[in-house]
């Protein structure tokens, strides 16, 4: 409880007025919350034993590796590297089908499901627009159609 015990002027007709917080209820209503739980918890378990079914339920497959194409400036002009490799634009198209092979070993002999993969592709902010398009233009003359374009998130 809370209550003062020096003893000094007071108000005439009134209380002082004390700052400390009464936790006597807030104890009382935790105590009485215990106890609640303490007899509901066994009635919660079960004793019945049940058969239950088997899951047959397969796990999902972990989305596969991205495949990246990054396309930069260089000092010979337009540089394209597939994941860390660089790589000719001429033969972008084979260099990509590679490495979605490696990045998803699962579908690595499905021919039709290499070419459904997203291939990712990020350039320089201040790359030609025209070489991001010829990039995308030789991974659609391999085959591939899910083409996403990155961008450097800068709102932090």
Known sequence: MAGKLSGGPKKKGGHDVTADPNVIPFIDIMLV??????????????????AMPDARIVPSQRPPRPTWISVK??????????????VDLGNLGEATYEAV????????NDEFE?????????????????????????LQD?????????AEDRRR
């Open 114 to 138: 290499i070419m459904d993969q997203r291939i990712y592709i990020r350039a320089d902010g201040d790359m030609a627009y025209r070489n991001v398009v010829r990039v995308m233009n030789r």
């Open 73 to 86: 400036d260089g000092p010979n002009g337009m540089e394209t590297y597939v994941m860390n490799d660089a």
């Open 33 to 50: 919350l215990l106890i609640i739980f303490m007899i509901a918890a066994p009635i919660s378990s079960v004793d019945i034993e049940v």
């Open 101 to 108: 092979r490696v990045n998803t070993p699962l579908i690595a």
């Open 142 to 150: 391999k085959g591939f159609t899910k083409i996403g374009l990155v």
